[in-house]
Nanobody, 127 residues
Framework: QVQVVGSGGGLVQAGGSLRLSCTAS????????MGWFRQAPGKEREGVSC????????YYAISVKRRFIISRDNAKNTLYLEMNDLKPEDTAMYYC????????????????????WGQGTQVTVSS
């Protein structure tokens, strides 16, 4: 049984930092590309970042580029998202997801390309 579990969310002031983690079990982690998505109340889910199976390719939404860093530790079956200079507009539920393709294509931000999803971790940024 595949389990994907995200953690690390919380309440932080604008300009602060958080690091999200996501662990996966029941699958061969380094076969999968991994992504982070977020959904704010009343808005559609949007892709935040993607990292290929080996970590050699990464992609970011324009809104988070140069502030967020995605990384992975295949030995620990763990994905990370380091979020810096957080803004109130970053407030959302953050989800990690696994894509069996193993790589991040130009369509990396399309949720339907991902096979397994975590339950979400809330990030709230106060102004």
């Amino acid at each position: 049984q595949v389990q994907v579990v995200g953690s690390g969310g919380g309440l932080v002031q604008a300009g602060g930092s958080l690091r999200l983690s996501c662990t996966a079990s029941g699958l061969t982690f380094d076969d999968y590309a991994m992504g982070w998505f977020r959904q704010a109340p009343g808005k559609e889910r949007e892709g935040v970042s993607c990292i290929s199976w080996r970590g050699s390719n990464t992609y970011y939404a324009i809104s988070v580029k140069r502030r967020f860093i995605i990384s992975r530790d295949n030995a620990k079956n763990t994905l990370y998202l380091e979020m810096n200079d957080l803004k109130p507009e970053d407030t959302a539920m953050y989800y990690c997801a696994a894509a069996k393709s193993g790589y991040c294509s130009v369509s990396w931000s399309k949720a339907l390309l991902y096979n397994y999803w975590g339950q979400g971790t809330q990030v709230t940024v106060s102004s």
